[in-house]
Every structure is written in C-alpha cells, then in structure tokens.
C-alpha cells in the first residue's frame, strides 16, 4: 500500500482509537479518574488574565466538562493548543497582547503574525515599502512578490519582457539587487524573518539572500537567517504554470535546498506547500486542502527515499493557504493540522517538530471585486476573523484596491490596520487562547471537511498517488472544472455577490483610483545594472556556471554551489545554463 493509502487508513483509525478510548473510560472507573485527575491539572494549570473593563478569564477557554468520556473524546479529537493532533493550534500559545507577553524585566516575548505582502518597481521601491508597511511592527516579517521575468527565470534582459518588469513584483536579476531589496532591516537578528514567494527559480533567489546576508553580516550570519521560500514544484504543475525545469530536476534542485537548510540554516522554512494559488485558480476549500496536503506528503516520501531525515527536514516544513467566505473556512486549517500530524507520526515516524504543521493564512484575492469596491474591506476583515479562528501562525490581509492596482499605499495601511485591530484593538484572541474554538458548527464542518479530504485523497490514490495524477493532469483538471462552476454560479446569481450580482447601484461609476505602474525610466535603470553586472563579473561567469552545470552532471549537491554562482552570475544567466543540461518543463495545456 502507498503512502497515501496508510495515510488514509491512519486517519481513518486515529477516529476509531478515540471513539474507542471514549467507550473504555466510560466503562473503566480507573481510567475515569485518572482522565478526571488530568482534568483537574489542566484547569488549575490554566492562568488568568484581567480585560481594560475589569473582566477576569481564563488564558485558554475550556469547555465545562465533568463527563470522562467527554473529557477524553475533547483531549484526543482535538488537543489542547500545542499538543496533539494540534487541531487547536500548533503551539500552547499564541496572539497574546503585548501587555500579556512582557516578562519580568519588561521583555517582549512573542511575535505578532502579521506578514504584508509586498513587491512593486525596482528593489528601492519595494524597499521603501517595506519600511512603510513595517514601521509599526516590533517584528519585521517581509513578505516578498516578485515580476513575471523573475518568476519564470528569464531575468530582465530577454527581448520582449520589458513592459513586465517591476509589474505586479518587484524584479531581482542579481545578488546586489538583493542586498537593495533588504537594506537597512537587519537580516541577523531574531525580530526579523523575510518570506519570498517564488518557485521555480527559489534556490537561486534563495542563494542569492544568503550571499548578500553574507555581504553585510559576515560568513557566519547565514545560521541566524529566519523566514520562509515557497518552492512549491507541485502546485506550479497544479496550478501556476510559474515551472522552468521539468518536474524530475525540479524535486532534485529543492531537495538538494531542503537539504542544505535542514543542516545550515535551523530558523529557516525552505519550502512552503502551498494551497493559496490552487484555491485562487478556482479550486473548491477541500481541493485547496487536499492537493496542498497530498503535495506536501509526496515530498516527504520523496526526501525519504532520497536518505534526509524526516526529524531533521520535517519541522522545517511550512504551509501557505487561502482563506475566503466559503463555510468550509471555519474548520480548514485545523482539519489540515490534524491530517498532517498523524500523517507524519504514524506513517514517516516523524517526532513531535515535524508533526506540527506551521502555516502562513493569506485572505482570498479571488474574494475581491472592482464593483462597489470598498465592500472588500468587509470581505477582508471576515476572512481574518476565520484565519485566527484556525489558529493561523502568520497572515496577510490584501488590500481591498487589489482588483485595479498593486496596493496603493492606504490600502495596504487599511489591510495591515486591520489585523491590529483585530488582535490588538479587539478583545476576541488577545486575552486566552481558544475563544472561538469547538463550537457544534465548527466540529460539524471540521468532520464533514475530513471526510471530502479523504475521499479526495482516495480519488488522487487512484490515478498512481500524488506524481501520476500530476502526469495525467488529474489535479490541474480538477481545479479548471470547479473555476468553471464557481464562475457559473457568479454569473448566474446562486452565490451572491454583494455589490456585483445582488444589492448592485444602478449608477455605479467606475472608480478614480491611481493605478500603480512602474515608470519606463525605472526599468531601464534596471536592465542597465543587470548589463553592468554582467560586464563586471564577465571573466567569472563562464566558469561558475561551469562548476556548476559539472556539479548537477556529477550528482553533488546544487545549493551549495549556487551560493558560489551567484556571485557571478545574474538569474537569467543561471537559468539558460541549468536548462542546457537538464532541459525546461513544458507547460501542460
């Protein structure tokens, strides 16, 4: 049996072990009292809090229990925060207020989970705006988009993508754009984590980061780098289209990162498995869930059977999802925290770091529309009441101008302050954990979320496991089909949308917004450092890329030497050699 098929049968069974375990107190006054004990240890374990009105509670919400055997099914089905299967969240504490988090001393303890995410022009313009979305913040938590020509790994000096540089990301060619990218954040200190979203050229640009840390910190500096790179093969295939080798290359190229930031890099996710672009493709909530969990098991068989340690590489693992209106929202997140941990402990035989399922929660850009625009305020604002609900551990809220223009620098203000008043202004999560956890309608989703997951793992079994129904477009299919009902719905007025189908104004004019663009002038000033690049390094760059087409042939290990590479050499040059030897992925239709 596969991988998936144990997996399936391990969830599958950890219900059967609860309903079990819940019959066995039940019947057994030893085992009552001893869950009974427990119970009581918990509770007096629990500390307390005073709210700005008076109000005394509890730091984590517990249900009023005195039943055993509900005692029993709520610890085992659930958790409590930090423990497993983590439904609850993945760690015992988490949103506390600032107030909360100050020790002894006055130290702050924690991190907020706001990450904005961010990407426009040249590297100074996305730098400048990074400093203006994070003034407020304690912790600097980057989130990096990236332009089309540095996605695909073209780079900026291809004939026909000068209109697209600096568009909707910002364009990064060298190590030495890279270094402007992040000037002025110290990129060695535990208060700041930098997340770059980009797949198919991430050991690059990931190489590139650690070769400008290296610049200004010193060679020791890259153990202290914290943050996150996607590199997320699978869903490019799925979902994105964003490929540039083909899929066998690809794995290998990210193992061979995964491997060396396991070993070299402890406070750094070298891949984020991601649901977020499936579910913006058009995926249902439980396609999102089922491909970004089945995705991540096959990389975790494929780092297995490639001798990595799944203690070492497995906590370094993170996740990325959408979050949008749809009701499956309620419980998405806990019941991918659930899978994911009994996943992990009961087939790969992972230890408690691994089991726990970390994850980055962004609002649904497909949620946003151009008419009545400012009702995305709204939508925003309730998709991140469900991500906190789910426990998320970071999170970026878009800004509602998105469906006309990279974030305008008030709405992307508007989209920060709205976590902040969410988690610093409102009382709902800063004062104890689990304040809006297990109700009757989250457990009643959460159970019928499972069961479509694995039904939907079944169907992925049934097409060869997770790579050969990416070989027959399985996935990919899948997600067109659902795009197809959801646009139908829309056009047919089944699922409203308030201010486009339903409640619309009759005059409705089209907005005056300023569309944000970068200027021809930029991006000539872009090519021309790229071209001086090359001129400056030309009598470098034919042999690093030597070294490294001879490293890929030989077997060796491709990260390491990428960090040498880059130093020479720009993303495009990187890309055409590495494509010579191992080909590029063709995109499928």
Known sequence: ?????????????????????????????????EVLGRWRDIVA???????????????????????????????????LPGHFPYVSAAYSEQYLSREQEEGAAGEKKGEEPTRLFAGLGIAEDTNQRFHYLSRNQRNKRLSTAFDGPTLYGVGALVPGVFGKIGEGGVAIDTVEDVERLYAGFDLDQPNVSVSMTISGPAPILLAMYIAAAKHRFGPDTVSKLRGT????????VQAQNELIFPIGPSLRFLADMVEFCSVNMPRWYP????????????????????????????????????????NVFGPRLSFFLDCGLDVEYVALARVCRKIWAIGIRDVFHGDERAQRLKLHTQTSGRSLVAADWKNNLTRTAIELV??????????????????????????????????????????????????????????????AVQKAILDEFEAIEGQGGVLGAVERRYQRSQIQAAAHVLESQISNGTRPIIGLNRYALEDLAWPELETIRTPAKKKKIHQERVEDFHRRHAGESQRALDRLAAVVEQGGNTFSELINCVEHCSLGQITTRLAEVVGRFRPMV
């Not at 019959?23 to 030893?30: E, I, S």
């Not at 790179?229 to 490019?236: F, G, N, R, S, Y």
Request: charged fraction near 20%; aromatic fraction near 8%.
């Open 271 to 310: 891949i984020s498995i991601s649901g977020y672009h499936i579910a913006e493709a058009g995926a249902t909530p439980v396609q999102q869930a089922a491909y970004t969990l089945s995705n991540g098991f096959a990389y975790v068989d494929y780092f297995k059977n490639k001798g990595m340690d799944i």
């Open 45 to 79: 374990k629990v500390g307390k809090t005073r709210t700005p009105t008076g109000l005394e509670l509890p730091t984590l919400a517990l249900p009023r229990y005195d039943d055993p055997g509900e005692i029993c099914r709520f610890l085992l089905e659930g958790g």
């Open 229 to 236: 790179i996607q590199a997320d093969v699978l869903k490019e």
């Open 1 to 33: 049996m596969s991988y998936l098929g144990q997996l399936i049968e391990s969830v599958r069974g950890y219900d059967h072990f609860v309903e079990a375990e819940v019959a066995g107190v039940r019947k057994d006054p030893a085992k009552a009292n």
């Open 386 to 447: 469900l991500a906190c609900m789910n426990a998320t551990n970071s999170c970026h809220s878009n800004a509602a101008d998105e469906p006309f223009t990279t974030p305008s620098e008030e709405y992307a203000r508007y989209a920060a302050h709205a976590q902040a008043i969410l988690l610093e202004e409102s009382g709902i999560f800063k004062h104890m954990m689990s304040t809006l956890a297990g109700s009757p309608g989250m457990q009643v989703v959460g159970d």
